[in-house]
């Protein structure tokens, strides 16, 4: 299958040396008519503007081992994200959420329905294309870290924008300022093994958001943290979704960060079962 390639590989070299390009989003707007009556001025309706979704899925559907003993993981899943939301995915072991996040991060395909990412529907991409898709648009925040052992800091959030194509000192300074933007200007030459586990974290997100990626997935990233570690981290997920709109879509059993989300949408038996947005 074209998607084989899981999380822990997706930050394989991409053989395509396509050059980076900011995504830029721009607020719908609406043009006033040309009003020809003297006595009434036509004002643009700003209640109909709305926010650009980056996200929509239709009628996405999962089922593993259909041969043999199917497995429903989702189940006509309907579901849109828009720009600047901070999102949690929540449910019981087994409800789809994992495979929901895969899917939409483009490591996994649907059975049946379609995975809108930035108007672009994933399904119609070849693999090399897939993986140029995915260095580009979608940043990844993993359980366990995932970062390269063997690398610094600052060379494992430099290893995403050389795959980019990426000048060496565009890479050296962005990943600068990034490691400073997430608390870690006095850690940008340590290895992972001499981090803790909430600093090699901070490092993961400093590295999803070197792509400039239109959203950051995050797959139980405060599973392995400790109670400060996990406070502290969520604090600068939401500054930066405060401060530079960017959109984070969480998957977690963590109640910590389900009372921190602005949008609680729960999967029970790979459907949605309620969207609560606070």
Do not use: W
């Not at 789809?96 to 996994?108: Q, V």
């Amino acid at each position: 299958m074209r998607y084989a390639h899981r999380a822990e590989s997706n930050y394989e070299y991409s053989n395509s040396t396509k050059e980076s390009s900011d995504e830029c989003y721009a607020a719908e707007s609406m043009i006033p008519g040309v009003n020809t009556h003297p006595m009434t001025q036509i004002e643009p309706e700003t209640s109909n503007l709305k926010k650009m979704s980056i996200i929509t899925t239709t009628g996405l559907t999962k089922v593993y081992n259909a041969d043999q003993v199917p497995v429903h993981a989702l189940r006509g899943v309907d579901l849109t994200i828009d720009k600047g939301e901070f999102t949690s995915i929540v449910g019981p072991s087994g409800s789809g959420k994992t495979t929901l996040l895969n899917i939409i991060g483009g490591l996994d395909e649907p059975t049946e329905g379609k995975a809108l990412i930035d108007n672009t529907d994933l399904t119609t991409l070849s693999d090399r294309k897939l993986i140029n898709f995915r260095l580009h648009h979608i940043g990844f925040v993993f359980q366990a870290y995932n970062l390269i052992p063997v690398l610094t800091a600052l060379e494992n959030v430099s290893f995403i924008m050389q795959m980019q194509g990426r000048s060496s000192r565009e890479c050296r300074e962005k990943s600068i300022d990034l490691l400073k933007e997430v608390g870690l200007e006095d850690k940008i030459n340590k290895r992972p093994s001499e981090l803790s586990g909430g600093q090699q974290q901070r490092v993961a997100v400093a590295r999803a958001l070197a792509s400039k990626p239109a959203f950051v997935l995050a797959d139980e990233p405060t599973a392995n943290l400790d109670s400060v570690s996990t406070a502290e981290l969520l604090d600068m997920m939401l500054e930066l979704n405060e401060r530079e709109e960017m959109t984070f879509v969480f998957s977690t059993h963590d109640q910590r960060v389900i009372d921190r989300a602005r949008r609680v949408v729960t999967l029970v038996d790979g459907k949605i079962d309620t969207d609560e947005k606070r």
